[in-house]
């Protein structure tokens, strides 16, 4: 190995400090899934144009997308259980090129179910890559800094959203043309001409990716990582798999977590996949190019509400930080389904920052609800818990069909006040903790 690991090996797991390197080329990593998922996001809209999708329809690049994470978030577990989160994190880069890669037969063949099966290739890679590293983030230091850690990495995943929105937006979207009132004006050889060159422009920015994957990988391939696992005398001291379930099935505040990171999940990819279809059906006048910007937008709010959470998370705890965040986020959802204007979808992008914190903040709380014997297979289910995104899109999209995209918002707002609920029982659970505590020693 070229670059060197300088921390030292815990029993429970975590190092004596974090290696700077190291960690942020992890958190590297994190800006990588993040751009191809907000690619999702213009691509949901360029489809459902090119294939007269309905809303429901073309949510179903967001199904195909997270129902890969729910489908291998545990053998990518098992991965890191049998052999290291490195191998794991190679794994799926290689899997997001070999995805990436499929966008060209996908574009030639000229298919919706073509690019669902890419972009399900891409999120197989990427299921590897969460499951791995939002796990080793939290592990790859002090534990009192877990939280803080799975924020920093989380704050670079911030960027990558902002990156992919840009590169959909200049490489795919064209400036100035709205692409169903174009096809509207086109027949025969002629529009079927014009769906091929659009669809040629939805490979450019998977190009770029390729190159920026292939590098990160090779960088973390010369680069020595520690194992951080738990320390055991015997390999047969591990829980097996049925173990770990039978504990988990007993653990209450585990459960809560997969609710909330599937709640939370589901909000935010609905409400990201549709701000564009929003930002349209509420300005008759605007083009796909121009309505991006709205979620361009609310990935900078995203980046911002992750700073701000980082500086608040040093004045009060975790739980009073995300109840007041999920709080106002409900409020604000709640005015983007009921205030017919255009006020609307600015209240939508200000409503990604309050998204910021609550993946790593629900990650690392479900993380530590548990024995550390048992977290590589944890993060496996936290991650399957992405699956929400798959769902809730869906549904919230056969609602917009039914009674219109902005009053649809109210399912994802549901999800803010489950998030909310969260919080306030991990706040409760920790006060009771502490009053227990403190009467043990006032009794010892």
Known sequence: MF????????????????????????????????AAAALNDVLITQFKAIFHLSNFASALVQSAFYGAYFLVAIPAAMVVKKSSYKLAILLGLALYIFGCLMFFPASVAGTYTMFLAAIFCIAIGLSFLETSCNTYSAMIGEPQRATLRLNISHTINAMGYIVGLLLGKYLIFQEGIDIEHQMATLTGAELEAFKAQVLQQTLEPYKWLVGVIATVAALIAVTEYPSCKVATARKADQPSFGETLSYLAGNARFFKGIGAQFAYVGMQVAVWSFTIRLALELDANMVEHDAANYLLYSFIMYFLG???????????????????????????????????????????????????????????????????????????????????????????????????????????????????????????????????????????
């Open 306 to 444: 992750k700073l701000l959470a980082n500086y608040l998370f040093t004045k009060t705890s975790q739980e009073n930080v995300l109840m007041g965040y999920s709080a106002i986020g409900f409020a604000c959802l709640m005015y983007v389904a009921l205030v017919p204007n255009f006020s609307a979808v600015w209240v939508a992008v200000g409503t990604s920052a309050l998204f910021a914190p609550c993946w790593a903040t629900i990650f690392a709380s479900t993380l530590q609800s548990v024995d550390t014997r048992y977290t590589e297979t944890t993060g496996g289910f936290v991650v399957m818990a992405i699956i929400g995104g798959a769902i809730v899109p869906a549904v919230q999209g056969l609602l917009a069909d039914s009674i219109g995209m902005q009053s649809s918002f109210i399912v994802s707002a549901i999800c803010f006040a489950v998030v909310f609920a969260y919080f306030m029982s991990e706040k409760k659970f920790k006060r009771s903790q502490t009053l227990s505590e403190a009467t043990v020693e006032a009794t010892a």
């Open 3 to 34: 670059i060197k690991n300088s921390a030292t090996q815990q029993a429970d797991g975590y190092l004596n400090k974090t290696p700077l390197f190291q960690f942020l080329l992890l958190s590297s990593v994190f800006a990588l899934w993040s």
